[in-house]
């Protein structure tokens, strides 16, 4: 499998909090990385990282062999680089079509694509998450659910080759989060994705991913497959409450 | 010749021949029914009440800078309340170019263009640095400093007397027809303005200016260039209204700070901007023209108090209409929301 994204010694501390500690870890092509860790752990500082949010104190990241350390979030988005949120942030004021459109359109360098084009390319991802009824209602007035898809769908619309998925299942009811789940599958399949997901629901994700990273008090403490972290007796610390890094 | 009004449709008959019109309500939003009307109100004021013409002028103006600064507001995500300082600033390049160099009006445009585009790029990056709060008051402080300035470099701005001799933008011999023409491009500049931002609405461009203005952060993630797009939506609405600046130095004949850069003209532009919904663009042709109104009813009913009770009623006005008055409709036509696609499965 290609390398798709390698981070290297990465770093980044909030004042006097070290949000994270030297963490450096590779994605590999098609692969399911999960992304556990206790609350605080630093799951989302380093997504917002490697999606640009925030520039890391030290070390580097890596794209499909570019470097991307200092590189603006919307550049690292048109190379290929997308993500969803913990807390849904639509658009508010547009409709669902229209919020999917703006990542059609900008997502990837397309100048000619007209604002139908990308209409009918939404409108396609849309459909695919389940929300093409809703098409036209504004993004405040869609349920928890939905605006798991809405995200799931503006992310597939910038057609990324790496998408950093937030707890999907947050807040979810089981059903609802089931479908959630069997949707970033599905996402995966059709569209061929590298999924890198951070999830505190630890069935739904030994199930899905084919590695898995822990982090604690922004510090990597484990990285194998979904078992070997299952038993690693550091990460069984960690969740229990008496591990100290 | 027959006129025959049946249900939902008016037929007119000529001779053997019929035209036959809609009038479902579907059929009234076709804008050109307004663009017609706002063309015939004033030849009818000049017709048969004169005196109305400078109302609608300053209508036509206010509208055609709340235009512009509705796609500001959009595409910076952020209120400016300074709009003024590019009247000021594009009135006195024309007013002073025309005074000593002698510039006739269509060349001092090109004056007021320039000083418009280069103060909108050296503040556009305020849109990109200062948060909402802080852009506000940061774009609410430069008229006032610009005031200010006028009033210290009197050799230069003359203070509160303003600049005079200023050309006149038309001269036809007759005071009347002179307001007229004035009135009809005064429209025709509002009307270019709601073209221009009409298309850029309609184009692939707003989309992006929507998503800057709900969540700039997701939308950066999500592939737009935000800064690009905060300068391009900064500086071209600045120059846009800096053009109003130029019509008005040459419209009055005279300049003065004074008359544009204070809170009160600022406060009467938010309005129009406020009452016809903050960023809707037709919203604002209403807006123009109910304060332009709204102010002449006040004086000729009042007269002293009209000060005082003027922002008391836009205030009223904002506190139970929040959405503007276009909003009213905006909330029953929700689907309508620009850009509206309609898509085939």
């Known amino acids: 499998m290609n390398e798709i994204l390698k981070a290297s010694n990465l770093s980044k501390h909030f004042g006097g909090l070290m949000a994270i500690d030297d963490v450096s870890f590779s994605i590999y092509e098609g692969e399911t990385l999960g992304l556990m860790g206790p609350n605080g752990a630093g799951k989302t500082t380093l997504v917002n990282l490697i999606t640009g949010k925030y520039f890391t104190d030290t070390g580097s990241i890596q794209f499909m062999g570019k470097d991307i350390t200092r590189m603006a979030p919307y550049k690292r988005c048109k190379l290929g680089i997308s993500r969803t949120y913990q807390i849904p942030r639509p658009f508010p004021e547009l409709t669902a079509l229209s919020s999917v459109i703006v990542s059609a359109l900008y997502g990837k360098d397309r100048s000619n694509q007209s604002l139908d084009d990308a209409g009918y390319e939404a409108t396609h991802y849309l459909e695919f998450c389940g929300l093409f009824s809703k098409r036209n209602v504004l993004c405040k007035d869609l349920t928890l659910y939905e605006l798991r898809g809405l995200e799931l769908a503006r992310a597939l619309a910038t057609t990324p080759k790496l998408i950093f998925v937030d707890e999907v299942m947050a807040g979810l009811n089981p059903a609802e989060a089931t479908k959630a789940v069997r949707l970033l599958e599905r996402a995966k399949e059709e569209f061929g994705v590298t999924i890198l997901w951070i999830e505190h629901v630890m069935a739904a994700l030994m199930k899905a991913a084919n590695r898995v990273v822990v982090l604690h008090y922004g510090k990597k403490i484990a990285e194998g497959l979904p078992q070997e972290i299952a038993n690693d007796p550091l990460v069984i610390e960690c969740y229990l409450g008496s591990c100290h890094v | ?345």
């Open chain 2, 1 to 345: 010749m027959e006129l025959e009004v049946k249900r939902e449709k008016l037929v007119f008959r000529f001779g053997a021949q019929k035209f036959e019109w809609n009038i479902e309500p579907r059929y009234w939003r076709n804008p050109l029914i307004y663009v017609g009307l706002l063309i015939v109100l004033p030849i009818l004021a000049y017709f048969f009440y004169p005196t109305l013409l400078p109302t609608l002028i300053d209508a036509n103006l206010l509208a055609a800078i709340a235009i512009p600064l509705s796609w500001m507001t959009l595409g910076t995500g952020r209120m400016n309340f300074g709009p003024q300082f590019y009247i000021g600033a594009g009135g006195y390049a024309a007013a002073l170019c025309s005074i000593h160099l002698h510039w006739p009006p269509q060349v001092t445009l090109l004056a007021a263009l320039i000083v418009g585009l280069f103060f909108g790029l050296l503040m556009s990056p305020l849109a990109i640095l200062s948060g909402g709060l802080y852009y506000t008051l940061l774009t609410l402080l430069f008229p006032l400093v610009f005031l200010e300035i006028t009033f210290i470099y009197t050799d230069i701005f003359r203070g509160e007397v303003g600049l005079s001799g200023i050309a006149p933008l038309i001269n036809v011999g007759s005071f009347t027809l002179n307001q007229l023409i004035i009135g009809l491009g005064a429209l025709l500049m509002m009307l270019l303005y709601m073209f221009i931002v009409d298309k850029v609405m309609r184009s692939r461009f707003s989309t992006s200016l929507a998503a800057i203005n709900d969540d700039e952060e997701v939308a950066a993630a999500m592939g737009v260039n935000v800064n690009k797009m905060k300068i391009i939506s900064f500086t071209i609405p600045a120059v846009m209204i800096a053009v109003v600046g130029w019509f008005y130095a040459h419209y009055y004949g005279t300049f003065a700070g004074v008359t544009y850069l204070p809170l009160t003209f600022m406060l009467k532009v938010l309005m129009v901007n406020m009452i016809g919904g903050r960023v809707q663009i037709y919203g604002n042709v209403v807006g123009g023209y109910f304060i332009a109104f709204l102010e002449l009813l006040l004086i000729q009913v009042i007269g002293d108090y009209s000060p005082v009770l003027f922002p008391i009623i836009l205030l009223i006005l904002l506190l139970t209409l929040p959405e503007g008055l276009f909003g009213l409709y905006r909330k029953r036509h929700y689907r309508e929301y620009l850009p509206t696609l309609h898509v085939r499965r």
